[in-house]
């Protein structure tokens, strides 16, 4: 079976499913939808598909599937007008920004028995896929304790921070996925702590570009999270499972792994520069689990409800922050 | 000039610190007192000093200071004792489990203008001194987030437990005085998360085995500590320090660094097994900063204050633990 | 412009090739042939390519460029073949096991001013061209000694060893190859010392499995090459180059970068299993530098005259050995 | 039963080996000789034991072993006369530059029923010793081929060049008895190569800076050593020994173990500077060994006969540069 693809969006991250999507023995790209008619021709051009609007895909007979890669504030919408449509969706994270509007989004999936998956590319990295593999063998006995540093390079610019619902939203979702994926248990308590230290204009636009997390589950495992917008020496993406047996951890990835020593000591280059490049293999391996979970094995996870729990945790790190206290998941889901 | 010490306790630690004395080319130990006569005879025996009381000690002439490694009940006490008495003091950490003690203990030797040094050996270690030596250099710019990995080998014997006034007390406090040496900037706000995993009859006894802590200052500098009584692969003691140009780490030390492979893998012998041997070098370094502070070369530090200010981190700890929230700092002292 | 492809070949190292070429936007994959039609097949089905006779291909307009990945013993006559009729030739390593044979068909490939790439893929590995830009940037002065480690994860079929020429001609021959690309001189003297150690059957072939080699030019820069058809932990494949101002080295490459620590110790997985997962991004490189040649960027290399000089090279370390004694090049070329 | 020791030579070596004779507690410094009696004094007085002649201590009742730390000329001279007088014998390699003298010296020792220890540290080092007991437990199967790299931060004055008989005799020589450590088997062929080219005077003074070997045993196990008198990164001693069933190996060390990230990359500092830091722990080792193999607890290894094996080692390596050969060990010993 090969499953027929829509792309809507064909910014930087569609070019990237746009990708996957052809390099798929089981899959086909069929057509591609833009705002900007030039972008999605550029796709159309490189990969020998049909350039159609948003409208004609959902209603095309020769589309299983469709890549949702628009903006934040059209996801839930295409979500629901193309599960109604019959197609399976795999959407960019998050859902939306509004707890209320996800899970109304979901509500309307539920009642189409539709199949969503969300874009968490992390949790199909090959090395912290890896990582959970040692979990699920035993390695490390029973989970305990979970420690995931993630930073950016640099920080986007302040309009990006405005529209993107603030750092934990927008980059410690990832975080709060990679938490659930590897505690293997729902988080019950939650509490952060956040300044500004990278850029003033971050803090004026009311966000934090410095903030710590910490996680605990109802039989006590505990995560924590450390993310800052800066990290000069590259994208820093490490995860630390401790458990009752031992340890396992993904260490950072760099495009070359050479090392240079002299009168001033052994180096080696800096990391990736950022997800694009960090992430390749993720983004690839990430709609072929999609792909074949169409056709029958495996699961098209993280779900929709991943994305949901994901966006409640961001929610309460800020209400944790705003009042400086605990906050407890029920207090929010 | 050479400095001659009265050494009070013959235990573990107090074996240590007469090995760094009589190492020190500008030390001399002369006498050694125990409540078991026999391990005083031991250390007597081995280094060729007196057998003295207690008392003994604090009235000799041919002592210059004394080396505190009783039972912590004691340390306030004999604090109090020999800074009436003239002589300088190092003593273990911690000075007494209650912070009121601690006060009126520093109130004394501030009022004898006596000198006391407290045993945070972390500070000496060769490693973590030249990770402080890079935040100098300004090697990774203005400090911004700090991580603290601080995880036993095994728990401590539930008796012990219960006299060391907890976790947060006997193990995080070192990783308090570790932040604060690291920050460079007083701590203002708290706030832990608590778990028994390891170990069920710590948790009857009323403590954690399994702590995080997030730390805070007044600019928004942050810190993450993370404690286990649990680490199967050795002693684990890292740190990691994330500034505005960069990040300087210090990694974990083992005593042989060779790597075996085969189909297996590759595997790197565990870690130290504790901190005897992870620390030796720090307990020799220690002592000879003291020694040369008498001599006026550098200063008797982490003082009586750090060791008032870890302990009141620790209090603080317990308190965000039982009440779900961040404590400021001024609610403690 | 864009270059239209015939692929000689269609086994294990074809298909690779044949993924290479279908990959690169400035190429296109016209044709295939292989002595096994369900081989040649198989590739046309995959990418949507012709099958037909190597003849058609040598006579074919709409071909450029071809590859060639079939057997040993057929190198050098379709070299010449393709070379006649006008085509670039891109060749698998050896051109041929026999020197004299290699001298005569690098003489025709000059009468007619063809263009010859052969495959020393190592060159175009990331990490190793990584540690030969840092020679080119003056990182460690000038070169004084290079250190190669090679060692297989396993022996292959004596049959094959009948086939190769012995481990120099088709081992070492990488190594040094990439010796000659290090030092940035001609190797001017060679001796081997050479053992059976890993499989008997391979010395009643009449080969070696162990294999040393040390390397010298005429201003005394050094090399050594360390060989093995055995390495229970993977594909070994290190570089290492002392110069005057310093050192650098390439590591060796694993699939999953984790590492799991418990009472054992610390253990990474073992290595890439061969040269299939290990050069993957050398072998798209390799050919996308050929194409880029044949657009005028850069030079097709390595060339003809660099498989010459390798294979002359194996021929002396096979001499050195039978002697016990240093062998010059003078007398082998 | 406390060893009562003589230190002859009382130069760096000799201060070394006095604080490992007064920090081993089975043992007792009680006089030292020197050429240059203040230097002698300085040990006396930080240790307060005596200063005699050479022939004192040789004559005194109260000494049971020397420890032979003067100039090289003099080593042979000074095992004979001390193991007439019943002296057991700790001295530095090498016994003698030429091969006919220290067998001379030899059948002195063995016909007096000596014991003689010689002084190759690094069989001591707790990392190469570690190594060595996987070789021993198993872990690595059958040796195969021995790895050794060994590069000087930079070469000594000429002066030194030419009274230490050349870097085969003076360097290269911790590496032969390295490589029989680890193959566990006699060698019988050697083959090197040689050249200037870290500074012209030593060659001027006859000898070379950069050199490479290669050895192999009667059943074809092998060994490679790669010398330099430059390495602006520190002190390179490392060792790796593949064997069928793995591979162990030895990691360079460094003062501190910490990590700078920038933009630039990551850093680790420089190695140790030299033999003085990089073997502390493997001299008083060494020590231990030669008072506990006195006391009946193991062998004074290594032993005069291989004290005698490496020399003769050198005298083959310098033979084979000469003659541009493999050389048989049969032609030398």
């Given at each position: 079976?090969?499953?027929?693809?829509?792309?809507l969006?064909?910014?930087?991250?569609?070019?990237?499913?746009?990708k996957?999507?052809?390099?798929d023995?089981?899959?086909?790209?069929?057509?591609?939808?833009?705002?900007?008619?030039?972008a999605?021709?550029?796709?159309?051009?490189q990969?020998?598909?049909?350039?159609?609007?948003?409208?004609?895909?959902?209603a095309?007979?020769?589309?299983?599937?469709?890549?949702?890669?628009?903006?934040?504030d059209t996801h839930?919408?295409?979500?629901?007008?193309?599960?109604?449509?019959?197609?399976?969706?795999f959407c960019?994270?998050?859902?939306?920004?509004?707890?209320?509007?996800?899970?109304?989004c979901?509500?309307?999936?539920?009642?189409?028995?539709?199949?969503?998956?969300?874009?968490f590319?992390?949790?199909?990295?090959?090395?912290?896929?890896?990582?959970?593999a040692e979990?699920?063998k035993g390695?490390?006995?029973?989970?305990?304790?979970?420690t995931i540093?993630?930073?950016d390079?640099?920080?986007?610019?302040?309009?990006?921070i405005?529209?993107?619902?603030?750092?934990?939203r927008?980059?410690?979702?990832?975080?709060?996925?990679?938490a659930?994926?590897l505690?293997g248990?729902?988080?019950?308590?939650?509490?952060a702590?956040?300044?500004?230290?990278?850029?003033?204009?971050?803090g004026?636009a009311?966000?934090?570009?410095?903030?710590?997390?910490m996680?605990k589950t109802?039989?006590g495992?505990?995560?924590?999270?450390s993310?800052s917008?800066?990290?000069?020496?590259?994208?820093?993406?490490?995860?630390?499972?401790?458990?009752?047996?031992?340890?396992?951890?993904?260490?950072?990835?760099?495009?070359?792994s050479?090392?240079?020593?002299?009168?001033?000591?052994?180096t080696?280059p800096?990391?990736?520069d950022f997800?694009?490049t960090?992430?390749?293999?993720?983004y690839?391996?990430?709609?072929?689990?999609?792909i074949a979970?169409?056709?029958?094995?495996?699961?098209?996870?993280?779900s929709?409800?991943?994305?949901?729990?994901a966006?409640?945790?961001?929610?309460?790190?800020l209400?944790?922050?705003?009042?400086?206290?605990?906050?407890k998941?029920?207090?929010i889901l």
């Open positions: 079976m090969t499953v027929r693809f829509g792309l969006g064909a910014g930087r991250i569609g070019k990237v499913h746009a996957a999507v052809t390099g023995a089981n899959a086909r790209l069929v057509a591609v939808a833009d705002a900007f008619p030039a999605a021709q550029a796709i159309a051009d990969y020998g598909c049909d350039v159609r609007t948003i409208d004609a895909i959902c095309a007979k020769d589309i299983d599937a469709v890549v949702i890669c628009t903006p934040t839930a919408d295409l979500i629901e007008q193309f599960v109604k449509a019959g197609k399976a969706v960019e994270k998050p859902i939306d920004l509004s707890l209320a509007r996800v899970k109304a979901l509500e309307v999936v539920r009642a189409h028995k539709g199949t969503l998956m969300v874009g590319n992390r949790r199909f990295d090959p090395h912290f896929k890896a990582v959970r979990i699920d390695s490390v006995g029973a989970v305990e304790m979970v540093t993630s930073r390079p640099g920080a986007p610019p302040v309009d990006y405005k529209r993107s619902g603030g750092i934990f927008d980059m410690t979702i990832h975080d709060f996925d990679m659930r994926f505690l248990e729902d988080i019950t308590e939650i509490v702590t956040a300044a500004v230290l990278v850029d003033k204009a971050i004026e009311g966000d934090f570009d410095s903030v710590q997390v996680l109802a039989t495992k505990q995560a924590m999270i993310n917008r800066r990290a000069t020496y590259g994208y820093d993406q490490r995860i630390e499972v401790h458990g009752s047996l031992g340890m396992v951890a993904a260490e950072n990835q760099r495009p070359v050479i090392e240079v020593a002299n009168a001033a000591g052994y080696r800096p990391l990736h997800f694009m960090r992430y390749t293999e993720a690839a391996a990430e709609i072929a689990t999609f979970a169409l056709a029958g094995k495996g699961r098209a996870e993280p929709g409800e991943d994305g949901l729990i966006l409640a945790l961001a929610d309460a790190a209400r944790s922050v705003a009042e400086g206290r605990v906050v998941m029920t207090e």
